[in-house]
């Protein structure tokens, strides 16, 4: 039992950041209610093969997460809690393998392992991409596991199935960012000069499954919809998307360190100072061992899921949810190390831990209970026009002024919405709804004796009617 602590006491911790009030919130625009919607038509169809959105072939994503959303929602029903739950799940299995991770490579140092899994816990950025019905924290643990058995495997070679049997599963999770993992072992790799896993049969068998697992889906597809699919889904959801901002995207590099510093401290800190220790490691290897370069791999990684992704023409800060499991196993690292080479002061280390996360702490509790990342103000708002939406008039069309986001007044009243812009000469029709900005609203005294059945403090919705 006193080896089973660390694990278990960081999955009761997990749990309580991933789960509580997981449903409390309106599914989100762009990707929540997409998905959501996605989902919902497949229940509607009786198909969980080939997607739609609103009549329309979906080929965006991979389905591994929808028939886990599916199997949620024939549990717990349709709603919120049951679309993100797999997720809050894959966020809790992250945190697991972070744990079991430095435990490896830190000689089953628990300390170590309990603090590296404290830091990706409390690290708002990783709990607000679990607490969302997204692809990322999943495709994030499929890397993870992958990356575990390939440091097991080292050791029991038979562990080398699970490396392309868990990147098999993050392809089917999301596409081509499943084969991270190879890039990322292949680091773990240089770092050590260990290549012999390469020659190693049970990688290979497990290569081959990881494959029987990812193909046939991906066949299926193929041979129903043929090249509008592979058109789609790589050319356009890959390869456009990393070369071209098709997204409109403003986020930079500089934003989003900025919103890291902002938001997430002490996060960025904490990768200068595991750098600087990572020289003080080197220069006192014959202490340390080869300790010194697991934590040059774990920052390796990083670098490398941050420049990879920095490099994308259209940028989201989702994207970069890999990269913090890495950060959490440098922090623990580096805590091992010093514990390793200070002896008689190891009070310091010890207070610089508690210090980190200390600060932590004020930062992940801030972002569970007043959440700010992947959060869109006027959700409420959307949320209640599109239940209102949806059980009025359904035979209206609906138009939206002045406001971008329409996937989740489009997922809460399951109807279709347009884009509505006065400079295009397009009158709406009559009678019809139209949704537009409050103060838009308020300061247009025209609109002012129109019906308005729903006035919050981001969104108004009026009926357009005949004057009769």
């Known amino acids: 039992m006193k080896k089973l602590w660390p694990p278990v006491l960081l999955i009761v911790l997990a749990s309580l950041f991933y789960f509580i009030n997981l ?4 599914l989100e625009d762009y990707d ?27 080929f965006e994503k991979p389905p591994l997460y929808f028939w886990l959303a599916a199997a949620s929602v024939k549990v717990l029903g349709f709603n919120e809690f049951a679309v993100r739950f797999p997720s809050a799940i894959f966020g809790v299995i992250s ?22 899994g404290i830091i990706l816990v409390l690290m708002p950025f990783f709990t607000a991409a679990t607490r969302n019905m997204r692809l990322d924290v999943p495709v994030t643990a499929c890397i993870l596991a992958a990356l575990y058995f390939y440091l097991v495997g080292i050791k029991k070679e038979k562990f080398l199935l699970g490396v392309g049997l868990n990147i098999g599963l993050g392809v089917l999770t999301k596409s081509i960012i499943g084969l991270l993992a190879a890039p990322i072992i292949l680091i773990w790799s240089a770092t050590t ?10 990688f290979w068998l497990g290569s081959l499954a990881g494959f029987l697992i990812a193909a046939p889906w991906h066949i299926y597809q193929s041979q129903k919809f043929g ?7 790589l050319g356009y959801h890959v390869f456009s998307r990393y070369s071209g901002n098709i997204l409109g995207s ?33 220069k006192n290897r014959k202490k340390i061992g080869v300790m010194w370069t697991h934590l040059l791999a774990a920052l390796a990684s990083v670098i490398f899921i941050f420049i990879l992704f920095s490099l994308s023409q259209t940028k989201l800060i989702t994207y970069y949810t890999p990269l913090y499991p890495f950060v959490a196993l440098a922090g ?11 002896i008689r002061r190891r009070f310091w280390v010890h207070l610089a831990a508690v210090i980190t996360i200390a600060t932590l702490i004020y930062y992940g509790l801030s972002e569970l209970v007043y959440p700010q990342i992947y959060v869109t103000r006027a959700a409420a708002d959307e949320k209640a026009i599109g239940l209102y939406l949806g059980q ?15 996937n989740t007044i489009r997922y809460y009243s399951g109807r279709l919405t347009d884009s509505l812009q006065f400079n295009t000469g397009r009158q709406p029709h009559i009678p019809s709804w139209l949704i537009m900005p409050t103060d838009v609203f308020e300061l247009n005294q025209q609109l002012a004796p129109l019906a308005a059945p729903y006035r919050g403090e981001y969104l108004t919705l009026v009926h357009l009617a005949d004057e009769k």
Request: include cysteine; charged fraction near 20%.
């Open 23 to 26: 449903g409390q919130r309106p």
């Open 32 to 58: 929540e209610a997409t998905y959501a919607s996605v989902l919902k038509s497949s229940f509607e169809r009786n198909d969980f093969l080939s997607f739609e959105y609103f009549g329309q072939n979906w």
């Open 95 to 116: 945190i697991l393998l972070t744990c079991l991770i430095t435990l490896e490579l830190s000689r089953k140092d628990r300390p170590s392992a309990v603090f590296a």
């Open 193 to 202: 000069q260990n290549w012999r896993w390469l020659k190693n049969k049970f």
């Open 227 to 233: 090249g509008a699919f592979w058109n789609d889904y």
């Open 250 to 282: 403003k986020i930079t590099v500089g934003y989003y360190l900025h919103s890291l510093w902002k938001l997430s401290q002490p996060t960025i800190p904490l990768i200068l100072v595991c750098a600087i220790l990572l020289i003080v490691f080197i």
């Open 332 to 342: 623990g690292l580096a805590y091992f190390g010093l514990r390793q080479l200070i």
């Open 392 to 406: 009025h008039r359904a035979d209206e069309e609906i138009n939206i002024f002045n406001w971008n986001h329409h």
